[in-house]
């Protein structure tokens, strides 16, 4: 891999390289796809399958921009288990960046993730890269996952994962718009 896409590579998941934003032709539309994003994160975290679950939609395919995608909400589950479970691997991933249709009815979030190998001897201990995610508000208003992929991420030092975790922004930037 060149130098070059090392370094776009570097500064995409650095923290400070962007800034978080929330876009569409509706903020409140993008603040709610931020707060399900963060929820769908926090499903992980709290080790909770049946949240994680009510976050996919039935035909949600995982890994979507891999020669390989997961297809079907049971499928992703059974595949993502031990990741739930945070028995392989801590995952952790927030949003950056939302953008929603006009029809406020498909959404594309994005940002930074960070496994954490709890194995005492890991190399890496880090590794951290990019994901994005494509919601679609169902018929009872929810939005729910339909397709979700990231790269394979990069090592990343204690520093780096010390910054990923500082960067994560709570509060949607465009709810001062949101009503």
């Not at 940002?111 to 009872?140: H, M, Q």
């Not at 339909?146 to 922004?169: C, I």
């Amino acid at each position: 891999m060149s130098r070059m896409i090392w370094l776009v590579m570097g500064l995409a998941c650095s923290s400070s390289a962007f800034a978080a934003t929330a876009s569409s032709g509706s903020d409140k539309a993008a603040c709610e796809v931020w707060q399900r994003e963060l929820s769908f994160a926090q499903s992980v975290d709290r080790h909770d399958a049946t949240a994680f679950a009510n976050h996919l939609q039935a035909d949600a395919i995982f890994d979507a921009n891999t020669g390989k995608p997961v297809r079907g909400r049971d499928a992703i589950q059974k595949n993502w288990a031990a990741i739930i479970a945070g028995e392989t691997v801590h995952l952790s991933w927030y949003p950056q960046h939302v953008v929603v249709t006009d029809d406020g009815r498909v959404a594309n979030s994005s940002g930074t993730y960070l496994f954490e190998d709890p194995a005492p001897n890991a190399k890496p201990r880090y590794t951290i890269g990019r994901f994005s995610t494509v919601w679609r508000r169902g018929g009872d208003d929810q939005w729910r996952v339909a397709f979700d992929g990231g790269d394979e991420g990069k090592p990343a030092s204690d520093a780096e994962a010390a910054a990923f975790r500082a960067g994560r922004q709570m509060r949607c930037p465009a709810s001062a718009g949101a009503g």
